[in-house]
């Protein structure tokens, strides 16, 4: 998500009008090379996601099953995603293959140039990112590609909604015409190099050294890149919680401000917001802790009562104590049935599955130590 905020931003100030107080309208009108480029970058969103799902072998894209238990395992479900879980399996078979036609076929109508074809395209795709939005906190991701999707729009339909201003007149144009026409040329060199570069990316550097040269500077800057989501789809949903102790017997839970965790409380809606603790913690639940150091290190933090990170979570346990020893906790989520949740008032259930990381504990002579499970 960071990478196709980047890109889309970059391609940007190219398509934004010029000046720092820019007017809008025909006596500006936006490089046509960036306007091509973040349709390019919208097409490459939808396609390399698609592409990927049935690259990577995923059984569940095959067989369709892969939205049995999509809005349960994501990163941050809504509330909104516990009522599509309970959809019967044929609703979220037809969105699996949904999800594919769009990707790998549809999204190639960016491409033809009649307006009302672009248009029904628009409407299905703001369709289908509304429903990814109301179901799962994706952070700013699919705003991002929600917006750029405008872009297949085009200005007679736009003046439906809102009439233009007229266009400006020769007179107004000629004494700007000599530097539009440079800024212009310099867009097109910078945009095609951008252009080369994810022509380079996708197809894997199969090229020589001295052709992958140009594709190999943009790099660092992040502004070409390479999209695919969802290509594995998770299996179950797992949480790492934090626990401390003052007395070595009872432990107590550091409360999340937004990810799972108690049972009754029912998933919100955060995005475009991103609370990328959170986030990063689902994502060191489905590896070992050892390729997550940084939650060790939250645990070190935690003992030692830093309030950077007692702030990441909605409050404190110990109320400014501090805690004798830390630990993590793995569990696994279940999104409830209908009749458990009319019957218990939970919208999950969990089971403890032991420790994730060590457990960091302070030694009476104020050394602290890490205890393997």
């Not at 000599?178 to 550097?205: C, D, H, K, P, Q």
Request: charged letters at 20%; aromatic letters at 14%; proline letters at 9%.
């Amino acid at each position: 998500s960071d990478g196709m905020l980047l890109e889309a931003g970059f391609l940007s100030l190219f398509f934004a009008p010029p000046g720092l107080l820019p007017r809008l309208g025909a006596a500006q009108p936006p490089s046509p090379a960036s306007l091509w480029l973040l349709r390019w970058e919208w097409f490459r969103i939808y396609f390399e996601s698609g592409v990927v799902k049935l690259a990577s072998g995923e059984p569940q894209w095959r067989d369709l099953s892969a939205m049995d238990k999509y809005y349960e395992t994501g990163p941050l479900p809504t509330w909104l995603g516990w009522y599509a879980h309970q959809l019967p399996h044929g609703f979220h078979a037809g969105t699996a293959l949904v999800t594919l036609v769009v990707e790998l076929g549809l999204v190639w109508l960016v491409f033809v140039p009649r307006r009302g074809v672009r248009l029904a395209l628009f409407v299905i795709v703001t369709l289908l990112q509304v429903g990814i939005i109301l179901t799962a906190n994706y952070a700013f991701l699919n705003y991002l590609v929600l917006i750029l999707g405008l872009l297949l729009l085009d200005d007679r339909t736009l003046s439906r909604l809102r009439p233009l201003r007229p266009a400006a007149s020769p007179a107004e144009i000629a004494p700007r015409r000599r530097l539009e026409r440079a800024r212009r040329v310099a867009a097109a060199a910078a945009l095609g190099w951008v252009f080369y570069a994810t022509i380079v990316a996708f197809g894997g550097r199969r090229l020589p050294g001295p052709l992958l040269a140009p594709a190999v500077a943009l790099e660092p800057f992040r502004i070409a890149n390479t999209y695919g989501l969802f290509a594995v789809m998770t299996r179950g949903r797992y949480e790492i919680e934090f626990q401390g102790t003052r007395d070595g017997t009872t432990w107590a839970p550091y409360p999340f401000r937004y990810k799972p965790q108690d049972v009754r409380t029912a998933p919100g809606i955060y995005a475009p917001y991103q609370p990328r603790f959170e986030w990063n913690l689902w994502f060191a639940s489905l590896g070992d802790w050892r390729a997550n150091p940084w939650v060790l290190a939250a645990e070190a933090r935690l003992l030692a009562g830093e309030p950077a990170v007692l702030g990441l979570f909605r409050g404190d346990p110990f109320h400014g104590e501090k805690p004798l020893a830390v630990r993590t906790e793995l569990w696994q989520y279940w999104f409830t049935s209908r009749e458990e949740r009319a019957r218990t008032g939970a919208w999950w259930r969990r089971e403890d599955r032991g420790p994730y990381a060590p457990e960091v504990r302070r030694e009476t002579t104020g050394e602290t130590v890490v205890v393997e499970p």
